[in-house]
């Protein structure tokens, strides 16, 4: 396979979008192609990440739309629809048509307008990808999963409500150092938690996650131009390879997997990863991960190998994955503080590890970052795509 | 015809008699701490400055609960409304939001409208609550009328109270039906709904003194999304 280099990213600021959908994901797609500055290179290709707009904006067919948009014909047009891991794939795919040598150039844009709709609805909607017949009808949604995922693991791991809040009151903080990010809004230890107030700021959810372990419900729009070496180096922009993309699936209820808190896609995705790269976690200099909620930032550090199981909660209570610790997690503030309009996650995390590695990061760059890790987690884990970038010297 | 003071003494409602309300602290989950404190007459201009720009935003229905707020402070400054009150709730003396309300008699209170300029801390949650509590623990009234008109706002009373259904009574408002708050669910929330400490300290109360107002700009960032703390 050709390799392949991510020469341009883009985003729109998250949160709640006054424009339509196709406007959000034109300009994140034009903001990304402005970044790559092509010239008379043209795009052989668009693939679109995406979970609900079918249902949420009675808009179908959207990559077509996007090419409309951008005029950018005959282009290629793909939608890709795979829960909160959407982006990754939809990523995975630009990717193997640069590899296989189908084309040359691919533009990758990730949107997702969810605000269009109640929360009520917007929770039902992505409720949606539970079991139906084992989850769903039952009124099962993704924070009382969460939920009871946070418990076992809490019980099991000496994880408490503290360790919970801190990944919180990290995220928030590294928000408030990205400009796109959906709350600029930083919260402490004692209003969430010890003060007697916190009752009411910080209200549960699904216990024993409350409303600051969960992220927010997000507008919003990702963009990354992907190209062959040859176009890169010819184009002569900064090189951030991608070195390595795994993935990985487990069972589609959470019931049926002998240990509920073992997050299995997440360790083989990054397993796959990793392997493809030629390098370990001890290599990686920052992370994103997919903390809808808090819990999942610390269980997916383990699972992806950066900590030992059970031992991700002591890396964060070190500072080890704070700016400036060895292991920055999150810096542009997670699903958690940054937002998360499902099928733009993906591809916004690997927008932010593309600025980390440029050295284009503003107040949140972590210093002499050359491999970065993501981790985008579909469903509640039965789906998920982690992706290794580097940067070429 | 009488003279203005008896025609102006015909056209105010007659009051009953208020305790004032006791201002109390709250730690936000930002760590700030937010005085809730009742306002005078001479305060109300500055509130009216605050909520002007906002007539025209639609999010969340701040035009409408601006206009009316607007006509109901005028209207509180001017003795247009039976025992009208105001509180504010003031970070290191900025605006955070604002409530009011007023008596209908002696056992039934009005709930009319809560501002939050301050987004993302529930300034607007914890100043609703100040406001039931006014009604419950310092009047000492048996019942509050309440209507929404956002559906935040009924998803914040409504439900998470949750409030009882009293469609036979009009609330002034008008629009949706009453519902209403009893004091067994007030008492039955508070644990989880109201909260704040008393006495506020010298030095906090003197902090939220004088009313100062967010910069234009930065109110409506925050109202319609942004959630900055900027002053």
Not at chain 1, 6 to 20: D, H, L, V, Y
Not at chain 2, 22 to 47: C, H, N, Y
Not at chain 2, 172 to 198: H, I, M, N
């Given at each position: 396979m050709r390799p392949v280099s991510i020469?341009?990213?883009?985003?729109?600021?998250?949160?709640?979008?006054?424009?339509?959908?196709?406007?959000?994901?034109?300009?994140?797609?034009?903001?990304?192609?402005?970044?790559?500055?092509?010239?008379?290179?043209?795009?052989?290709?668009?693939?679109?990440a995406?979970?609900?707009?079918?249902?949420?904006?009675?808009?179908?067919?959207?990559?077509?739309?996007?090419?409309?948009?951008?005029?950018?014909?005959?282009?290629?047009?793909?939608?890709v629809?795979n829960g909160p891991a959407s982006g990754a794939s939809a990523f995975k795919v630009g990717y193997q048509a640069i590899a296989s040598?189908?084309?040359?150039?691919?533009?990758v844009?990730?949107?997702?307008?969810?605000?269009?709709?109640?929360?009520?609805?917007?929770?039902?909607?992505?409720?949606?990808?539970?079991?139906?017949?084992?989850?769903?009808?039952?009124?099962?949604?993704?924070?009382?999963?969460?939920?009871?995922?946070?418990?076992?693991?809490?019980?099991?791991?000496?994880?408490?409500?503290?360790?919970?809040?801190?990944?919180?009151?990290?995220?928030?903080?590294?928000?408030?150092?990205?400009?796109?990010?959906?709350?600029?809004?930083?919260?402490?230890?004692?209003?969430?938690?010890?003060?007697?107030?916190?009752?009411?700021?910080?209200?549960?959810?699904?216990?024993?996650?409350?409303?600051?372990?969960?992220?927010?419900?997000?507008?919003?729009?990702?963009?990354l131009?992907l190209?062959?070496?040859?176009?890169?180096?010819?184009?002569?922009?900064?090189?951030v390879r991608i070195a390595g993309i795994g993935q990985a699936t487990d069972t589609?209820?959470?019931?049926?997997r002998?240990?509920?808190?073992e997050l299995t896609a997440v360790r083989l995705a990054a397993q796959k990863a990793f392997s493809m790269a030629g390098i370990t976690p001890k290599d990686i200099d920052v992370a994103e991960l997919h903390?809808?909620?808090?819990?999942l930032?610390?269980a997916e550090s383990e699972e992806a190998g950066f900590f030992k199981k059970?031992?991700?909660?002591?890396?964060?209570?070190?500072?080890?994955?704070?700016?400036?610790?060895?292991l920055?997690i999150?810096?542009?503030?997670?699903?958690?503080?940054?937002?998360?309009?499902?099928?733009?996650t993906g591809v916004?995390q690997l927008?932010?590890l593309?600025?980390?590695?440029?050295?284009?990061?503003?107040?949140?760059?972590?210093?002499?970052?050359?491999n970065a890790f993501a981790c985008n987690f579909g469903g509640f884990g039965n789906n998920v795509v982690a992706t290794v970038l580097t940067?070429?010297? | 015809?009488?003279?203005?003071?008896?025609?102006?003494?015909?056209?105010?409602?007659?009051?009953?008699?208020?305790?004032?309300?006791?201002?109390?602290?709250?730690?936000?989950?930002?760590?700030?701490?937010?005085?809730?404190?009742?306002?005078?007459?001479?305060?109300?201009?500055?509130?009216?400055?605050?909520?002007?720009?906002?007539?025209?935003?639609?999010?969340?229905?701040?035009?409408?609960?601006?206009?009316?707020?607007?006509?109901?402070?005028?209207?509180?400054?001017?003795?247009?409304?039976?025992?009208?009150?105001?509180?504010?709730?003031?970070?290191?003396?900025?605006?955070?939001?604002?409530?009011?309300?007023?008596?209908?008699?002696?056992?039934?209170?009005?709930?009319?409208?809560?501002?939050?300029?301050?987004?993302?801390?529930?300034?607007?949650?914890?100043?609703?609550?100040?406001?039931?509590?006014?009604?419950?623990?310092?009047?000492?009234?048996?019942?509050?009328?309440?209507?929404?008109?956002?559906?935040?706002?009924?998803?914040?009373?409504?439900?998470?109270?949750?409030?009882?259904?009293?469609?036979?009574?009009?609330?002034?408002?008008?629009?949706?039906?009453?519902?209403?708050?009893?004091?067994?669910?007030?008492?039955?929330?508070?644990?989880?709904?109201?909260?704040?400490?008393?006495?506020?300290?010298?030095?906090?109360?003197?902090?939220?003194?004088?009313?100062?107002?967010?910069?234009?700009?930065?109110?409506?960032?925050?109202?319609?999304?942004?959630?900055?703390?900027?002053?």
């Amino acid at each position: 396979m050709r390799p392949v280099s991510i020469i341009g990213a883009g985003m729109t600021k998250f949160g709640r979008s006054e424009w339509p959908l196709s406007k959000l994901m034109s300009v994140a797609s034009l903001a990304a192609l402005h970044h790559a500055d092509l010239g008379d290179v043209k795009v052989d290709g668009v693939v679109v990440a995406n979970m609900g707009a079918a249902r949420l904006n009675r808009q179908t067919a959207i990559a077509s739309a996007l090419v409309d948009s951008l005029n950018i014909f005959p282009a290629t047009a793909e939608s890709v629809e795979n829960g909160p891991a959407s982006g990754a794939s939809a990523f995975k795919v630009g990717y193997q048509a640069i590899a296989s040598g189908m084309a040359d150039v691919v533009l990758v844009t990730g949107v997702e307008m969810m605000r269009a709709v109640n929360n009520l609805e917007a929770t039902d909607f992505v409720a949606s990808l539970s079991h139906p017949e084992a989850e769903y009808i039952y009124g099962v949604t993704l924070p009382s999963l969460a939920g009871m995922f946070a418990r076992l693991y809490m019980e099991r791991y000496g994880v408490t409500r503290e360790h919970l809040a801190r990944v919180a009151i990290k995220n928030h903080d590294n928000a408030m150092k990205n400009p796109y990010a959906h709350i600029h809004q930083t919260v402490t230890m004692e209003g969430i938690l010890t003060a007697p107030e916190a009752v009411v700021n910080n209200p549960p959810i699904a216990e024993p996650l409350h409303m600051f372990d969960c992220c927010p419900v997000s507008d919003g729009a990702a963009s990354l131009v992907l190209a062959s070496q040859e176009v890169a180096e010819k184009l002569g922009r900064p090189i951030v390879r991608i070195a390595g993309i795994g993935q990985a699936t487990d069972t589609h209820a959470v019931q049926n997997r002998p240990d509920p808190t073992e997050l299995t896609a997440v360790r083989l995705a990054a397993q796959k990863a990793f392997s493809m790269a030629g390098i370990t976690p001890k290599d990686i200099d920052v992370a994103e991960l997919h903390d809808a909620f808090t819990i999942l930032e610390i269980a997916e550090s383990e699972e992806a190998g950066f900590f030992k199981k059970g031992e991700g909660h002591k890396a964060l209570e070190k500072g080890i994955t704070s700016l400036g610790g060895k292991l920055p997690i999150n810096p542009s503030g997670g699903l958690k503080a940054k937002g998360h309009p499902v099928g733009a996650t993906g591809v916004a995390q690997l927008v932010e590890l593309t600025w980390q590695l440029r050295g284009e990061a503003g107040e949140r760059q972590v210093q002499k970052a050359k491999n970065a890790f993501a981790c985008n987690f579909g469903g509640f884990g039965n789906n998920v795509v982690a992706t290794v970038l580097t940067r070429e010297v | 015809m009488g003279n203005v003071d008896e025609l102006e003494a015909l056209l105010r409602p007659p009051a009953l008699d208020m305790p004032p309300y006791p201002p109390k602290a709250i730690t936000l989950a930002s760590g700030e701490k937010m005085v809730v404190r009742q306002i005078d007459r001479d305060e109300v201009p500055i509130l009216l400055e605050a909520i002007y720009p906002l007539l025209w935003v639609e999010r969340d229905y701040y035009d409408i609960v601006s206009a009316r707020l607007f006509g109901e402070l005028l209207a509180y400054k001017r003795y247009r409304v039976k025992n009208e009150y105001v509180l504010v709730g003031l970070i290191d003396g900025v605006l955070a939001g604002m409530v009011n309300g007023h008596l209908v008699d002696e056992k039934v209170g009005m709930s009319y409208h809560t501002m939050t300029i301050r987004r993302g801390l529930r300034v607007g949650s914890h100043l609703f609550a100040a406001k039931m509590e006014y009604h419950m623990e310092f009047l000492n009234q048996e019942e509050v009328l309440i209507v929404a008109e956002s559906p935040i706002g009924f998803r914040r009373w409504m439900i998470e109270y949750p409030l009882q259904k009293k469609y036979e009574v009009p609330h002034e408002l008008g629009g949706g039906p009453s519902w209403v708050l009893t004091r067994d669910t007030y008492f039955a929330a508070k644990p989880r709904l109201v909260s704040g400490s008393r006495p506020v300290s010298s030095e906090l109360l003197a902090s939220a003194e004088t009313i100062v107002l967010p910069a234009e700009e930065t109110v409506k960032k925050q109202v319609l999304g942004g959630k900055g703390g900027e002053k």
